[in-house]
């Protein structure tokens, strides 16, 4: 069964990061029992690595980083944060594991593209084509792989509770 995700095509602009950037710096650990409201977190996104970050956002951009982002707790105000500020994707070297399925789960893309990453620079626009599985700038177009058909109908949905929402009413 082919799925047509709900925005097939996504645009932004890049914010780029390096290796290791762990789920304390994306959401900084000492709001984790203070915020709750998602919209509040949002404002404190990367607030520690790049404090010009949640400011400056603007819904569609797309985060670029190296190896195992995400990595860490396993807490969900790390993708929520970044989601809330109206990212729309991030295209990484690698994930960590847990952040990867939260970010699924949360209906946040999270795409690995090491290609896309090298050539990719702060403030390039980007296109995401999910159909066609493919990362467009200025420096090419990069594949990447495909999502199975249950996670393109969990993040078509907008994550793994409106997903089930949508299963149990059918």
């Not at 029992?33 to 949640?54: G, K, N, R, V």
């Not at 797309?62 to 729309?88: D, F, H, M, P, Y």
């Not at 467009?136 to 949905?157: L, M, R, W, Y």
Request: contains cysteine; negative net charge; proline residues 7%.
């Amino acid at each position: 069964m082919s799925m047509t995700p709900v925005r097939p095509k996504l645009h932004g602009h890049v914010w780029k990061y390096g290796d290791g950037v762990n789920t304390d710096v994306i959401f900084p650990g000492k709001y984790t029992y203070t915020i709750s409201d998602p919209a509040e977190m949002a404002q404190h996104a990367l607030e520690d690595l790049d404090p010009s970050f949640a400011a400056n956002v603007q819904p569609g951009d797309v985060i670029v980083a190296g190896k195992n982002w995400g990595n860490g707790s396993s807490r969900e105000q790390a993708v929520t944060c970044l989601k809330q500020a109206g990212v729309s994707a991030v295209i990484a070297v690698s994930f960590a594991r847990i952040w990867y399925r939260n970010a699924i789960n949360n209906g946040l893309l999270a795409l690995t593209c090491p290609a896309a990453v090298e050539a990719l620079n702060p403030g390039d626009v980007v296109e995401i084509d999910l159909a066609a599985g493919l990362i467009k700038s200025e420096a090419g177009a990069f594949a990447f792989p495909p999502f199975a058909p249950s996670v393109q109908a969990i993040i078509a949905d907008g994550g793994l509770l409106p997903h089930l929402k949508k299963r149990l009413a059918a």
